[in-house]
């Protein structure tokens, strides 16, 4: 893979979490539920720490200016389609985990096409970030809903 494939694709993962920021910010203007404005603001920060990661990471490879990039209209759209006033903490957790098991899959297929080793760690890295924020949710999710953890989720958080 060249620089300027790995350039290439940095962009499109600067892209990426931009749409993400995107996403969550018009969830959290979309519902009237204060506890799922918090789970789409809190979501909105991480994607913006993963910009910046990303960012200093392409600064390292190129001088090359990034573009100027905003989310795009198609995940302004899917978040008003998907988040209504009504929309519940239950349903923000539902949907955020939806859109973190993506990222992660995203992240994962970025770091298998990878040829620079450091990209790849990165990649791999910010998949590990978005498979612990779908974690977190879905704990979340699980103690609204009142599921039960099981057994390696009891030893972590009960037993020790």
Same mark, same amino acid.
């Given at each position: 893979?060249?620089?300027?494939?790995?350039?290439?694709?940095?962009?499109?993962?600067?892209?990426?979490?931009?749409?993400?920021?995107?996403?969550?910010?018009? %969830?959290?203007?979309?519902?009237? #539920?204060?506890?799922? &404005?918090?789970?789409?603001? +809190? $979501? @909105?920060?991480?994607?913006?720490?993963?910009?910046?990661?990303?960012?200093?990471?392409?600064?390292?490879?190129?001088?090359?200016?990034?573009?100027?990039?905003?989310?795009?209209?198609?995940?302004?759209?899917?978040?008003?389609?998907?988040?209504?006033?009504?929309?519940?903490?239950?349903?923000?957790?539902?949907?955020?985990?939806?859109?973190?098991?993506? %990222?992660?899959?995203?992240?994962? #297929?970025?770091?298998? &096409?990878?040829?620079?080793? +450091? $990209? @790849?760690?990165?990649?791999?890295?910010?998949?590990?970030?978005?498979?612990?924020?779908?974690?977190?949710?879905?704990?979340?999710?699980?103690?609204?809903?009142?599921?039960?953890?099981?057994?390696?989720?009891?030893?972590?958080?009960?037993?020790?």
């Amino acid at each position: 893979m060249s620089l300027k494939d790995i350039i290439k694709l940095m962009k499109e993962a600067i892209h990426a979490e931009i749409d993400s920021q995107g996403f969550y910010k018009e %969830a959290a203007k979309c519902t009237k #539920k204060k506890e799922a &404005k918090r789970v789409f603001n +809190l $979501l @909105e920060g991480d994607e913006k720490r993963h910009e910046k990661i990303l960012t200093e990471r392409h600064k390292s490879l190129t001088s090359d200016p990034l573009p100027e990039m905003k989310p795009r209209a198609k995940w302004i759209k899917m978040a008003r389609n998907m988040v209504e006033s009504k929309t519940n903490q239950i349903d923000a957790l539902r949907i955020a985990i939806n859109a973190e098991r993506k %990222a992660h899959n995203h992240y994962m #297929k970025m770091a298998d &096409k990878a040829e620079d080793k +450091l $990209l @790849e760690e990165v990649m791999e890295l910010l998949a590990q970030d978005e498979r612990g924020h779908e974690q977190i949710l879905v704990a979340e999710y699980r103690a609204l809903t009142h599921q039960p953890f099981d057994d390696y989720e009891l030893d972590l958080y009960v037993r020790e």
